[in-house]
């Protein structure tokens, strides 16, 4: 088995256990341009659900502290549907992650 390709699979199958962490060791340590290339691809996927979260953060405490409790239904039912579709943006993440990884380790580059 080719060490370039498991270490590109790792990287995509990392966010479920080192999301960024292993994506920019690998980008940084190997010299490889396909690896690399792979590396980067997986930290840019395991950004999104975490630029995704920091957002519905800030528009949570900025909803929270600015609301008048006559309105505060609306922003429940706003921040519900906004965590959906986090959930499914997150779900539909770890799956394109895992095809990759599949895609890599299974027909190569």
Not at 9 to 24: R, T
Not at 56 to 63: D, S, T
């Amino acid at each position: 088995m080719d060490n370039n390709k498991i270490l590109s699979a790792l990287c995509y199958v990392s966010l479920l256990f080192a999301p960024f962490i292993l994506p920019i060791i690998v980008y940084f340590v190997i010299k490889d341009k396909e690896v690399k290339h792979h590396a980067k691809r997986a930290f840019i996927s395991h950004s999104i659900p975490a630029a995704l979260s920091i957002l519905m953060a800030i528009l949570g405490f900025i909803g929270m502290f600015s609301i008048n409790y006559e309105n505060m239904n609306g922003f429940v039912m706003l921040m519900f549907i906004l965590m959906g579709v986090y959930f499914v943006i997150t779900l539909v993440i770890i799956i394109w992650n895992l095809v990759q990884a599949y895609r890599v380790f299974r027909v190569g580059f």
